[in-house]
């Protein structure tokens, strides 16, 4: 697991069956290392039960501590150095196309869609589809070849508000001088 993006901790897994669609893939820098990124992750952030009045008390169930999940995602890890970037660019945009076309048919729902590759300046293709139904969206993006299940940014926003400023009570006790 590692920690981004203020709470967010982030969780790679292999799945119990990952369907041929969506392989399961592995990068590691190193054969022998221990933590790597996989092809599917989870996006978790922490629930911190009203019973914890200290810091001390966060650091003593920090292990026991239930997370809720915010996104599922699955994505091509696979190394761009093994071909010609472009090409893979390439590839990619449509494949985003194809499949935002596939799940608007299967949704019966359009989705906003952001084509990079039309503005200015924008040297690459880069296509982006989401569907948004109340606070959860399901994205596809050709740039980072993903394909995500969230929640829509300002529930995530609100969400990390509420911690920090729990977190920021907890501090406020141990420094308190009164």
Known sequence: MSRFLGNLNVFYFEPLKAPKTFEYIEYRQHPEEEYFKTSYALGLLPIIPESIKSLDELEEVRLERDFEVVTITWSDISSVEDGDYEEYANDRYYWAIDLCEVFSVDLNVEPEILDYSKFAGYSTNWYRCKFSADDRVFSV??????????YSNEFMESKEVNIENTMNLLRAEEIRPY
């Open 141 to 150: 993006d050709s740039n980072t070849g993903s394909i995500e299940l969230s």
